[in-house]
């Protein structure tokens, strides 16, 4: 089978070089195997996610060689590629599963409260707190907030095996508890959309941050309960500004809107790939000038950080 793999970003702000770094490993695995790659703008927060930032970081992904064989422009047939013009995929999907699934009242203070149960890299654990409401505790809630919705999750244990960082496993009801499928404005989570997403434009391979590897037993879960082939996955890890911060968009001097104005493209993918540990010389390298040495064991396991000077 061939394999697809995906860039899915979230066009928030301009795309700085963690987001590349997982571009660039994404289109590296993909076309190290003869595969294609899926462009899928994750916009559900519009308000997070002009349109001008999404044609911005469109242009930048060309700009750096990094193209895609379907997407905005390159239509495949599983459009449309944009998340907030694909609601109507999430609400089926949601619909299919919705016995398993209650309202939830909690406030993000509630949920982030210091008695709230916390994992001990500080992400909250939803206490279950609304489980237990009946139909009409529920609608006399409801005549005052808009409720979300959250999906029961098991007393169970999933694990998978990593691409790149190799086994993984999480207890749902411990570890994460029951999540979000949809927030209390309507707006579908990350969870669900990205698994019907990758299950309807036939995405055989997830390349991501390691942030994210604590997301996929619940995503394995839900393609379980609405019967999809889950993708394989890859972690890779961070890359971390020289103080050890994550990188964000607000980091200016690692976004391309400085670094587009420093160097060409050749330079910048020649020195992410050497921190990556695809190219030691460092030398100027177009993408399709990396595929032939691409190999995961050579892509580091722990947060890589920027030197001083990129």
């Known amino acids: 089978m061939e394999v697809t793999g995906r860039f899915a970003p979230s066009p ?6 963690g987001n590349i770094l997982c571009c660039l490993l994404a289109w590296l695995s993909a076309r190290k195997q003869g595969g294609r790659i899926v462009l899928r703008i994750e916009d559900l927060d519009t308000a997070r996610c002009p349109m001008r930032y999404a044609e911005q970081m469109m242009e930048d992904l060309l700009w750096l060689g990094l193209d895609w064989d379907e997407g905005p422009g390159a239509d495949g ?19 299919r599963i919705k016995a398993l699934t209650y309202p939830c009242f909690c406030t993000r203070a509630e949920l982030h409260a210091a008695s709230a149960p916390h994992r001990e890299d500080g992400q909250v654990i939803y206490s279950g707190k609304c489980r237990g409401l009946t139909p009409g505790e ?43 499928l949809r927030r209390s404005d309507g707006m579908f989570a990350y969870q669900l959309a990205v698994v019907v997403d990758d299950a309807a434009m036939g995405v ?5 941050g390691a942030d994210l590897l604590d ?38 001097d690692a976004g391309l809107d400085v670094l587009r104005d420093r160097m060409p493209a050749s330079v910048l993918l020649g020195k992410l790939a050497m921190l990556a540990g695809l190219n030691p010389s460092g030398e100027p390298k177009a993408a399709w000038e990396l595929v032939p040495d691409f190999d995961w064991e050579k892509v580091p396991r722990t947060d890589i950080r920027l030197p001083e000077k990129f």
């Not at 055989?204 to 991501?208: A, H, Y």
């Not at 394995?220 to 050890?244: E, F, I, K, V």
Request: overall charge positive.
């Open 77 to 95: 047939g599983h459009g449309p590629y944009f998340q907030s013009q694909r609601t109507e995929l999430y609400q089926a999907a949601l619909e």
């Open 12 to 17: 928030s702000g301009r795309i700085h070089l």
């Open 204 to 208: 055989t391979e997830v390349v991501r």
């Open 215 to 252: 997301s996929t037993p619940r995503q394995l879960y839900l393609c379980h309960l609405l019967g999809l082939t889950p993708p394989t996955y890859c972690h890779l890890p961070l890359l971390l500004a020289p103080d050890g911060r994550r990188l964000s968009k607000r980091n200016a």
């Open 138 to 180: 529920a609608l006399e809630r409801a005549r005052t907030r808009p409720p979300a919705l959250r999906l029961r999750v098991p007393d169970e244990e999933w694990s998978f095996q990593d691409g790149h960082m190799g086994a993984y496993r999480e207890h749902l009801a411990r570890d994460c508890g029951d999540f979000l």
